[in-house]
């Protein structure tokens, strides 16, 4: 076993190869799963951090709020470490809120996105005093109008505007298009930009959209801003105040060979527009997701038995797709390599799949791996939407969660128990 080159892995540099295995930051991921057991999810904190600090660098010297995505993982854990470095939250429920608060996020910066908010969201978070609501359709501004007056409060609005550009990603991930069900149609925005101003219990603070994904090109990025800042310019000219941008997130990060732009090389060609077009003194809003954790974690995994087959070899671990459901859900990739490389075994290609009882309980397909039974592998890029979008399947419990920091690992969710994923559950008299 000898050194292997970190940047052949998919992932935080944190992520690296000892003589003694594989490690993400000081901690040997073996003696991790040995400690806690597996599946086992591993995020490193210095990678979320660097993930950040590309966006701050991006903004640096510009009045810009960077709000965490927090569906892509919404670990307590994980959004301590986001809301200690100043960032805010774009939320999409009322659970979502509770746990910034649980979390001591600053409810001043969080935004709350998505097209089905309840009134009873709305009175939660009007009383927890966020900073602006993400509107995405007319009933919505009729429905949080009457809600913000009935409790006698003004609601900070800004209008998710669709500007039909393609971000070239996933059908499922894709949200900027017609068709899609997410914000306003571009040429409707003016008006209902007119309308929102009208409703006594609104208060118009900003323009938003969000275009998709897991982009990896940056002339999506660029033809959106081109489409808001034309309609910026109309609103402006019909006498409302537009306060703040926000250009949602979307950025990707490296599953496989992707190569995205980096967050501040992305920020200065977009500024640079800002700057050309005159809007580059108002504030900026981001809302990135994945590419803040994405690739700051793993996921540990127990090779429990090899199967050889006619057609296929299968490698039968103990993560599923209830624990990793991007594989079943989107045809995703994620890199799967070894705690250990063993050099002296065998290499096979193998189906690397779950104990779910689905056909689409795969993890990996046709990966050249040198496993046995026992040996642990270490799913990659497993940051974003693994754990915030694990269920229950098959009654398996959730993955214990382990983040560290340097020298130091925080247990920051305990495996779930079977008692667990039943607890509130009734037996009949
Ligand atoms: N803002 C809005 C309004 C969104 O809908 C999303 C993601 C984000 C921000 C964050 O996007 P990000 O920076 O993470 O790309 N489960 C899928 C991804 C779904 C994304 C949903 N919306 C996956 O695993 O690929």
Redesign the pocket.
């Known amino acids: 076993m000898n050194t292997t080159a970190s940047t052949a892995l998919p992932g935080a540099p944190q992520l690296a190869y000892r003589q003694d295995g594989l490690y993400l930051e000081a901690a040997r991921l073996d003696d991790l799963a040995s400690q806690y057991g597996t599946p086992l999810f591993v995020y490193s904190k210095a990678a979320m951090l660097a993930a950040l600090a590309a966006y701050q660098q991006g903004f640096a010297g510009r009045d810009a709020q960077i709000c965490y995505?927090m569906?892509?993982n919404s670990s307590l854990g994980v959004l301590q470490v986001f809301a200690r470095a100043g960032c805010g939250f774009?939320i999409?429920s009322g659970g979502e809120l509770e746990r910034v608060l649980a979390a001591g996020g600053d409810m001043r910066k969080v935004i709350f996105?998505g097209v089905g908010k309840t009134r009873s969201e709305m009175r939660q978070a009007l009383t927890a005093g966020i900073g602006c609501f993400?509107v995405e359709s007319e009933a919505e501004l009729d429905v949080l109008s009457g809600v913000a007056l009935a409790m006698g409060r003004i609601a900070p609005v800004s209008i998710?505007v669709n500007p039909n550009v393609d971000p070239k990603t996933?059908p499922?991930?894709s949200?900027g298009l017609k068709g899609n069900k997410?914000g306003v149609a571009h040429e409707d925005a003016l008006r209902i930009y007119r309308y929102a101003a009208s409703l006594a219990g609104l208060q118009v603070v900003g323009i938003d959209c969000?275009i998709?994904?897991?982009?990896t090109e940056t002339t999506p990025y660029l033809d959106a801003m081109d489409r808001i800042l034309d309609l910026v310019d109309s609103i402006e000219a019909a006498g409302i105040t537009i306060e703040h941008i926000d250009f949602?997130?979307?950025?990707?990060i490296n599953y496989n060979q992707d190569a995205p732009p980096a967050a501040d090389a992305l920020w200065q060609e977009l500024l640079a527009k800002l700057d050309a077009r005159g809007h580059g003194g108002k504030k900026l809003m981001v809302?990135?997701?994945?590419?803040l954790v994405g690739n700051a974690g793993v996921c540990l995994t127990e090779v429990l038995y090899l199967k050889p087959g006619e057609q296929k070899n299968f490698c039968v671990i103990d993560a599923a797709m209830n624990d990793l459901p991007?594989p079943a859900?989107?045809q995703?990739f994620h890199a799967i390599v070894p705690l250990e490389p063993h050099r002296d075994r065998q290499q096979a290609s193998y189906d690397v799949v779950g104990p779910v009882c689905e056909s689409g309980d795969w993890i990996g397909r046709d990966r050249t791996l040198a496993v046995a039974a026992g040996d642990r592998l270490a799913v990659l890029s497993a940051g974003?939407?693994c754990m915030s979008?694990a269920s229950n399947y098959n009654t398996r419990g959730r993955a214990a969660e382990v983040l560290v920091d340097g020298e130091q690992t925080h247990l920051i969710r305990e495996r779930e128990t079977a008692a667990d994923t039943f607890r509130g559950e009734k037996l009949l008299p």
């Open positions: 995505a569906k892509a774009d999409v996105s993400n998710r996933h499922y991930i949200t997410f969000h998709g994904s897991q982009i949602g997130g979307g950025l990707g809302e990135p997701g994945r590419s991007r859900m989107y995703a974003a939407y979008m």
